[in-house]
């Protein structure tokens, strides 16, 4: 992994952002030799983050959904259970 300091990437954000585009590989930077934050790619970002949430989302709404079927009293409708997840 790539180490840069505060200052640097203050100095030379676009280099910084370049090698980062160009390689891929994740930027540590420091501050006063301690590691503070980590720059990633967007890309990353979305794989590790954004995705992993909405599939985490995904699977609770699946959930409950196949919990409803189970738990709906007879003449419920199914935009009523809809209705009762999304709230």
Known sequence: MKK???LQLRQSMGKVMKDL???GEPILIEKG?????VLITLEDYQKR??????DVRRKEIVEKILASRLEAPPGQKSI???RDIRS
Do not use: C, E, M
């Open 33 to 37: 030799r301690t590691p503070v934050a």
């Open 80 to 82: 009523d259970v809809i």
């Open 21 to 23: 585009l160009k390689t």
């Open 4 to 6: 840069t300091n505060a």
């Open 49 to 54: 983050f954004v995705d992993k949430d909405a």
